[in-house]
């Protein structure tokens, strides 16, 4: 668990360079298509979305999108991550609070996690009773509450859990 709580860096990556070294070429081709960003950290490890998912829309840069609060475990964890319009992401635990910025492409990554269809179908509420010291998720978006310990798999929240949790302070 302690390697999905690492953060991930929010600048983009700069685009590889182009060499120049070759001479033009005399026969008509069509232009290569621009070099495309690499994948987010999160894009690389986890599956994607439901191909009918598309991003959430965004209606100003004070909305929030999510909100998921990690608490429990044996040390007693209480973390908070918050996703907003803006693409800023705050967040808390019980030591200091941090505003970070996403890239464009995990922004829209993130947005997608949120608009999965599959998510309309997974339980308010998910926790396995027997269990002792599990994280608990409460995820907050799309005007619900999930709440889960992930004891039950449930791959379009586990998608958007494990995203937000790259997030999360790693102390």
Request: with cysteine; charged share 25%; hydrophobic share 35%.
């Amino acid at each position: 668990m302690a390697g999905a709580l690492g953060l991930v860096g929010c600048a983009d990556s700069p685009a590889p360079p182009t060499s120049a070294s070759s001479p033009p070429s005399q026969a008509t081709t069509s232009p290569a298509p621009p070099a495309s960003p690499s994948p987010s950290p999160s894009a690389s490890r986890s599956p994607s979305t439901s191909r009918s998912a598309s991003p959430v829309p965004v209606t100003g840069p004070d909305q929030v999108l999510v909100t998921m609060v990690v608490t429990g475990g044996y040390a007693g964890v209480h973390k908070e991550v918050t996703l907003r319009g803006d693409g800023s992401v705050h967040t808390d635990d019980k030591r200091e609070r941090a505003v970070r910025r996403t890239g464009a492409a995990e922004f829209t990554e993130l947005r997608t996690l949120l608009g999965d269809p599959a998510l309309d179908e997974v339980s308010d509420f998910t926790k396995d009773t027997e269990g002792a010291d599990m994280f608990q998720y409460t995820l907050r978006f799309d005007g619900r509450t999930v709440m889960t310990d992930r004891s039950v798999a449930e791959p379009a929240l586990d998608r958007l859990v494990d995203a937000l949790s790259e997030w999360l302070p790693e102390r």
